[in-house]
Every structure is written in C-alpha cells, then in structure tokens.
C-alpha cells in the first residue's frame, strides 16, 4: 500500500508554485513529514488527501489515482486537517458519526463507530457535549476521531499535536501508535521527541523541495553518540536542513 508522487506541480496562484515536478515514493509506514513553516508540509497532505488537485502531474494512493473517484478516495482515507471545524448544533458524537456517514458508513454503523473513535482519543466523558464548547485541544481530538471513524487504510494527519497539553499528546500518541497497526499513517508535524518510537520513514521538505526521504535509522544517521536521547530527532533535523542549505548554490 504505497503513495506516489510523480512529477508533481502544484500553485495556489500561478506565479508562486508550492511544489514544481515533485517526486516521492512512501512504501513505509507510518511516515512522518517534517519542515520549516511554508515548507509546503500541509499542502502535500491536501494533495494526497485529494482535497487539492495538481496542475500537472499525478497522485496514487494505494494503486488508485486520486481524482479518478471520489468516493473512493473518501471512503478509504481519513484527513485530519489543521483547522477542526465544530458543527453547529451538534453534539461530539453526532459530529463525528456525520463524518463516518459522508465517508460512506450506513447510519447505525457510523453511530457505534463513533462511540469507539472517540473512547479511542479520549473524549468519550465528552460524546454529549455541544462540538462547539470543546476546548482547543480537545477540538483537535475530535479531529483525529472523525479522521479514524470509518476505519481508513490511510490516514493523514496535518499537525495532530498542535495545541495539545503534554498529556493530551502522550494519548494522541498513543492512539496513533494504537491506529498505525491497521492503517497506513502519514503525519505531518513539529514535534519530534517521539520520532524514533512511532515512525518508520522521515520525508524532511523545505521550500517545496524534498531535502531528506528515508529510514527512521537513516533519519539519524551522522548524529553524534554525545547527543541527549531527548535531542537526537532535532539535531538530526537541523543537520539535514544545514546540509540541504550549504549545498545550494548561492
Ligand atoms: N490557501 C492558500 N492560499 C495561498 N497560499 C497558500 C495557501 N496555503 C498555503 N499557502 C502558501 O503555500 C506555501 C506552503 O504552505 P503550507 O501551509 O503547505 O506550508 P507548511 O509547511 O504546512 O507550513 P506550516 O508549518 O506553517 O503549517 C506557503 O508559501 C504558504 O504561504
């Protein structure tokens, strides 16, 4: 179950393309996409979401080309983007079984899929509150439930951990690690510390360009031994970007 990229170009506005003829291969899950802000980490998501079309170029996820079916494309992936948006008038659970229903789960299906997708991120004290009054952090959440609820092959996560609590990552973590056994998981982040126990492949991208696409061990490669544990993940990244940066041409 692979994503591929090819030769893909992609702009909001014609003069500044994000990406110009990219190219990436994702055999190995779950994969972590790091990178600068405006590095274009939540664009590539969209695309391979299928939520953004690329100008020139082509998109498959799992051996299906993004765009040919929609529905199917919905059915079989699951997208956490980087702004939640309560429903109005919905409680939690009625919010994140409409999620389940559009993605093509039968009413009573999507019903009982909720429950479990939000025990599953910790917020079933919350299944009856208004969606609107969650916290931040909790909006979130319900993110990550509505992006699991139908059971995806794929799930795509644009920045799970933003705005979470210490502790409320660690059970964001845990579920990610929970969900990566059956689905194949793309995330994109700034949060580092727990590289190494979640992520099997690292795509670093910095100015549309990809800098780094490898093994989590090859991620690490060049870091020395006197590096904290704690530290290792953000001294592998900042010497990616610096090596990326000097070989330039200025
Ligand atoms: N809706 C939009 N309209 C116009 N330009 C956009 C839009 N969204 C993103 N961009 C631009 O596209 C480029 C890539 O942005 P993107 O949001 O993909 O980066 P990112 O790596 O996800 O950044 P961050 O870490 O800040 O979330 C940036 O130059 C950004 O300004």
Do not use: C
């Amino acid at each position: 179950m692979a994503i591929q990229i090819r030769d893909v170009t992609f702009g909001y506005s014609l003069k500044h393309p994000v990406f110009e003829r990219l190219s990436i291969d994702l055999e190995s899950f779950p994969a972590v996409v790091l990178g600068p802000n405006g590095a274009g980490k939540s664009t590539l998501l969209g695309l391979i979401v299928g939520h953004l079309k690329p100008k020139l170029g082509s998109i498959s996820v799992g051996g299906h080309a993004r765009g040919k079916d929609p529905r199917r494309s919905r059915r079989t992936t699951g997208w956490l983007p980087q702004d939640v948006k309560p429903l109005s008038g919905f409680t939690a659970r009625q919010q994140v079984a409409y999620a389940g229903w559009l993605k093509g789960l039968k009413y009573s299906a999507a019903w009982t899929s909720a429950a479990e997708a939000l025990e599953s991120v910790s917020l079933s004290d919350h299944a009856a509150q208004s969606a609107s009054k969650l916290s931040g952090g909790q909006r979130r959440r319900l993110g990550v439930a509505q992006a699991l609820v139908h059971d995806p092959s794929f799930l795509i996560l644009d920045e799970p951990y933003a705005g979470l609590d210490p502790e409320q990552r660690s059970s964001v973590r845990d579920t990610l690690l929970a969900v990566s056994a059956k689905t194949s998981l793309v995330v994109s982040t700034h949060q580092t510390e727990d590289l190494e126990d979640v992520y099997a492949h690292v795509l670093v991208i910095e100015g549309g360009r990809v800098i780094f696409s490898g093994s989590t061990a090859k991620f690490y490669e060049g870091v020395p031994e006197s590096v904290a544990p704690a530290g290792r993940a953000e001294a592998a990244y900042r010497q990616i970007l610096e090596r990326s940066r000097s070989s330039e041409p200025s």
